[in-house]
């Protein structure tokens, strides 16, 4: 073989090379691309925030717990049974979600509840039923009500951030009606009711942006993204996602 021969067998040797390392190298920023856009996408809302922070229904629970199945407890925990009732349309099986009852809360029709937790009725004794708690969330008491449990899924997606200027027009706007506990300020990860919901076309999954006007500023500005964990007829419970200043009741909150 002539030198020019294996001069041009080697070149061809380390051109098939220098291609099959680029199209390696192509590959890996793809996954590396891939990656990155799966590391920004989390779970924006968890089972706690669907089943364990407040939200309002039209009329408040007619069933109750009763009393515990067993001795003279106030407070209940988890595969406690109790009794309640009355029993409705209910039968054995049928999931239960326990509430307790809130403030009134002005300018918005309707309880607010607080969810506690989830029980089963394990039978029907008369008009009472014996329930037993799968999962409790919260302090659950003798009192506490009882509605049908709804399944919700939990949410991914990615904090949209806040930014921008407060709209006007026909963007949907809504304020902040309600903060848990008599507190007057909220943070990261801290629940608040609007006063809007799916009449005016708002929906859980939602990301808004809050608007508010800390001291010393005159015009509100963007200080939090929100997301709405759930949406009754004219008021939703939202989720603070990200924050730069502290939020308050009064605040405004409007649709991305």
Known sequence: MSNNHVRALVLAVLLLGWA?????????????????????????VVETDLYCSFFVVEEAPEARILAPSAGERLLLSDTDQFYGGPVGDWSAGQVLQIVELGPDVPGVPGTLVYGRGRAK??????DRFLAQIEKACGPVRIGNGLLPFEKKDVLMGKDLGYGGILQ????????????????????????ALIDCGLEAGLQAGQQLTVFGAPAGIQSPRAIANA?????????????????????????LVQVK
């Open 20 to 44: 099959g390392g680029a199209a390696r190298g192509t590959a890996f920023q793809d996954q590396n691309e891939k990656a990155k856009s799966s590391r920004d996408s989390y779970v924006l």
């Open 121 to 126: 009725i394990v039978r029907i004794e008369g």
């Open 168 to 191: 006007g027009g026909e963007v949907l706007t809504g304020k902040i009606v309600f903060l848990p506990d008599d507190h007057d300020q909220l943070g990261a990860n801290g629940y």
């Open 227 to 251: 997301v709405v964990i759930s949406a009754g007829k004219t008021s939703a419970t939202i989720k603070i996602l990200s924050i730069k200043d502290i939020v308050r009741r009064g605040d």
